[in-house]
């Protein structure tokens, strides 16, 4: 018997005669309370989670109840590998990978190509056997379907169901060839040579993608990403069109995927998902934290090094933390749960000591002179909307969160007519590394990193809106949301198209075409949680219905769980006349409904029909 160990996981290995086993891992030598128990092993090997720093017992059972006797072991405490080879961190490449040229930051020459390179051995999902995705014509039927009175709402639901049309038959697709895929791909098929499915686009894919769940598990896509996760637990942040590895810009970027399973639970209740994502995230968290970190334990971003994307880098594993610590909990691993929650608290606090800006009340970093970005030099600013992740990781204290989200809202800062701009327009230099700043000129600034301060970015959208939530602005990010959404529309209705980007204070989109990668989050997301006002919890079986407009609107065939419902607030000649609705669903569940600025009301719903008078 032998066990092989690492910070946060251990591969059990054993020799008990049988062809069935049982694993049990527990926290003393009783074996009693085991933290895992698993059964039905075939294979004489198991890898498993566990908590740095920590004493084991294990021992193995057979189908005839023979069982050896407790083994003990204790895993490592957490790693900082600063100066590790590049081969070390990021390889060997897997085969068929691609390689842009100039090379990516830390590889000055192609990784080797290990042939022979296995599927990830973290993850449960080992082949492609699923059909091709099914086409929008198909599904279209099983979709949540909102409900708009009006024709100046038309524009809404034209943009609504071709962002669907867009998810389902251009970006969802069968893979181009077999080998590394093991679902089918979600991703942007003609970008570059080779098409991309980037892991960051996965998230924000995700904050609409979840809401098609009573028509296919769009989350499956994800199972790529988790396939090409290597041994040391690195996932190469993008692939091909057969989930090939592609080392561009940089093998890797900060990663919120623990965030988005997480999210898509909030829908889909898919708990069995869960359990076999939490081995795969937890080592992905194991490898930025021992890959990429500085000598003080910062965390910095392959994508931008020190830049603009650190903050993110540092918010993002906060996130990750939190985001497992909540999935551990959920799925009964108390353990795991406890010690990702201390993880969560303890870079919260390093980034609240060490990357708060109290001159600029931002959330910054450092430049080589040791001043914060935000004010590198006399007459110099630079704000940059990645700050946003330490509100979306719900790092920041109360009082801090108020300041930056009083920029978030200032026209003069980061609001523009339709959504938030990505740079501040009191930025005058912009720090794309410590080592690379460019300043502005006089000049018009086109094609420049300062043309972030006339567009509007879907996962910036989104992180502002999450920070609005989270911190209590709900009016604030309702009226955002429609505007936002509103604006994508209107975008959509004068060019036709759905577009990689949109503008801070025109009614125009650009970018890439047909790009349903994050931009389908305004026309679905934005629709369905800021302009009819729904925020579900499946879980909890729980719909929470903020009802801010007069005209009548609703939505069918809301899917949450096991529960489809329908909803419908009758129209209205005033803000403060009372909301006629009615439900139908075929299972029970809480409704927390709200008339504007009125106290919130709970309703009990049972399958059937309903209906509901609430007043302000």
């Not at 026209?411 to 080592?435: H, T």
Request: aromatic share 14%; net charge negative.
């Amino acid at each position: 018997m032998e066990v092989i160990v690492s910070p946060y996981t251990a591969i059990f290995s054993w020799d008990v005669p049988g062809e069935e086993f049982e694993l049990a891992v527990a926290s003393d030598d009783s074996m009693e309370n085991a933290i895992i128990r698993e059964g039905g092993i075939q294979k004489k090997e198991f890898r498993a989670a566990l908590c740095p720093g920590s004493d084991y017992w294990w021992t193995v059972e057979n189908e005839k109840g023979e069982r050896s006797q407790p083994r003990h072991f204790r895993s490592p405490g957490p790693r900082l590998l600063v100066d590790a080879p590049a081969l070390e961190k990021f390889g060997p490449a897997r085969p068929n990978s691609h390689f842009a040229v100039p090379f990516p930051p830390h590889i000055t020459e192609p990784l080797p190509i290990d042939e022979n390179a296995p599927l990830s051995p973290w993850y449960c999902v080992k082949r492609y056997d699923s059909p091709p995705p099914p086409a929008f014509a198909q599904i279209r039927h099983l979709l949540p379907s909102p409900i708009l009175e009006g024709s100046e709402n038309r524009p809404l639901l034209d943009a609504y169901w071709r962002a669907w049309e867009l998810a389902f038959d251009e970006w969802l697709y069968a893979p181009h060839e077999q080998g590394q895929a093991v679902a089918n791909i979600c991703g942007c098929r003609d970008w570059g040579e080779f098409g991309s499915t980037v892991d960051y686009d996965a998230f924000f894919i995700m904050q609409f993608a979840r809401y098609a769940c009573a028509a296919y598990p769009y989350i499956s896509f994800f199972d790529n990403m988790y396939a090409r996760q290597h041994e040391n637990g690195m996932i190469n942040k993008e692939g091909d069109n057969s989930n090939f590895e592609v080392y561009s810009s940089s093998p890797t970027m900060p990663t919120a995927l623990a965030w988005a399973e997480w999210e898509n639970y909030m829908i889909s209740g898919d708990k069995k998902r869960l359990g076999n994502a939490l081995l795969p995230l937890i080592k992905l968290y194991e490898w930025f934290q021992s890959y990429q970190r500085d000598a003080d334990g910062l965390y910095y971003s392959g994508q931008g090094g020190h830049g603009d994307w650190s903050i993110c880098a540092n918010a993002f594993q906060s996130l990750s933390a939190k985001s497992i610590s909540d999935i551990s909990r959920e799925i009964g691993r108390n353990d795991l749960a406890g010690y990702f929650a201390d993880e969560f608290d303890d870079i919260k606090d390093m980034m609240n000591e060490r990357l708060w800006d109290e001159e600029g009340s931002f959330y910054s970093f450092r430049t080589p002179s040791g001043k914060f970005a935000t004010h590198m030099a006399p007459g110099k600013t630079f704000k940059y909307s990645r700050s946003f992740d330490a509100l979306l990781a719900k790092i920041a204290p109360v009082g801090r969160a108020e300041k930056m989200i009083g920029q978030i809202l200032d026209p003069k800062v980061f609001m523009g007519q339709y959504g938030v701009r990505s740079l501040s327009l009191d930025s005058n230099a912009y720090v794309l590394d410590i080592d690379n700043i460019v300043e502005a000129d006089g000049s018009d600034m086109l094609n420049t990193p300062f043309d972030f301060q006339k567009t509007v970015w879907a996962p910036v959208m989104a992180t502002a809106l999450k920070a609005l939530d989270h911190y209590g602005y709900e009016k604030e990010a309702g009226d955002l949301g429609e505007r936002y959404a509103r604006a994508i529309a209107g975008a959509y209705e004068k060019q036709g198209d759905i577009m990689e980007h949109s503008f801070a204070d025109e009614i125009k989109a650009a970018g890439h075409h047909k790009f349903v990668g994050w931009s389908g989050y305004g026309p679905i997301s934005c629709l369905i949680e800021y302009v009819l006002g729904f925020k579900v919890d499946a879980p909890k079986r729980t719909v929470r219905w903020d009802i801010r407009q007069k005209f009548r609107h609703g939505i069918d065939k809301l899917r949450f769980g096991d529960i489809t419902a329908s909803f419908a607030c009758e129209g209205r000649s005033g803000e403060k006349d009372p909301c006629r609705i009615s439900v139908s669903s075929d299972g029970a569940f809480s409704l927390i409904a709200k008339n504007g600025s009125g106290a919130a009301k709970t309703f009990e719903v049972a399958p059937g029909a309903s209906e509901f008078l609430l007043w302000q």
